[in-house]
């Protein structure tokens, strides 16, 4: 009844051409019918073609990591330009040593963020001195946390890496935007 109610309503507004509106409606008043025709088409805009130089995580699973739709098998370390394989079998062995491409770029990373598989675990304190000592933030995080920071980071526009280790187990791809629903 109600449904039937608004259709009548809204088969007798007269559609307005988009140059004719001179106000945007406000957020914080109720909508009407008339400012309803606004909202009716809805445009999508894809990140990744709008900014295809960023680099964003669409699933992990036990075996790696889908980045920008490319496949990527075991560990990897991600960059603001380029995905390579992170030579790391656990959190233990994070060494200063294996850290060492994050500081060695241009323009330099502001954050690293590392995904220590289905846990967060510890890094080895001195591992976390020598990256503050270059200046560099660290966010340790499970590995499911961390690949969504590294994917919020990348769309704020900062300049990020990570360092990630997939979860182990039987874990099926998961898409990180089906995850958000």
Same mark, same amino acid.
């Given at each position: 009844?109600? @449904? @039937?109610?608004?259709?009548?309503?809204?088969? &007798? *507004?007269?559609?307005?051409?988009?140059?004719?509106?001179? /106000?945007?409606?406000?957020?914080?008043?109720? %909508?009407? =019918?008339?400012?309803?025709? %606004?909202? !009716?088409?809805?445009?999508?805009?894809?990140? !990744?073609?709008?900014?295809?130089? *960023?680099?964003?995580?669409?699933?992990?699973?036990?075996? $790696?990591?889908?980045?920008? $739709? #490319?496949?990527?098998?075991?560990?990897? @370390?991600?960059?603001?330009?380029?995905?390579?394989?992170? #030579?790391?079998?656990?959190? !233990?062995?994070?060494?200063?040593?294996?850290?060492?491409?994050? /500081?060695?770029?241009?323009?330099?990373?502001?954050? *690293? *963020?590392?995904?220590?598989?289905?846990?967060?675990?510890?890094? !080895?304190?001195?591992?976390? &001195?020598?990256? &503050?000592?270059? $200046?560099? +933030?660290?966010?340790?995080?499970?590995? =499911?946390?961390?690949? +969504?920071?590294?994917?919020?980071?990348?769309?704020?526009? &900062?300049?990020?890496? @990570?360092?990630?280790?997939?979860? =182990?187990?039987?874990?099926?791809?998961?898409? %990180? $935007?089906? +995850?958000?629903?």
């Amino acid at each position: 009844m109600a @449904a @039937a109610v608004l259709l009548r309503c809204l088969s &007798r *507004v007269k559609p307005t051409p988009r140059c004719a509106l001179s /106000w945007a409606p406000r957020r914080g008043h109720r %909508l009407s =019918p008339a400012d309803d025709e %606004l909202y !009716q088409r809805t445009r999508i805009s894809l990140l !990744q073609r709008e900014s295809p130089h *960023v680099m964003y995580i669409d699933s992990y699973s036990s075996r $790696g990591f889908t980045v920008n $739709g #490319n496949r990527v098998l075991g560990p990897c @370390a991600l960059l603001p330009h380029s995905v390579v394989q992170w #030579n790391v079998g656990s959190h !233990q062995d994070i060494t200063e040593e294996s850290f060492s491409l994050f /500081w060695m770029l241009e323009p330099r990373i502001e954050i *690293v *963020v590392v995904g220590t598989g289905n846990r967060t675990e510890r890094l !080895q304190p001195e591992v976390l &001195r020598a990256m &503050r000592r270059r $200046g560099i +933030a660290v966010e340790v995080q499970d590995t =499911p946390n961390a690949c +969504a920071t590294f994917n919020f980071l990348c769309h704020e526009g &900062r300049v990020t890496g @990570a360092a990630l280790i997939p979860p =182990p187990g039987e874990t099926s791809v998961l898409s %990180l $935007g089906q +995850a958000a629903e």
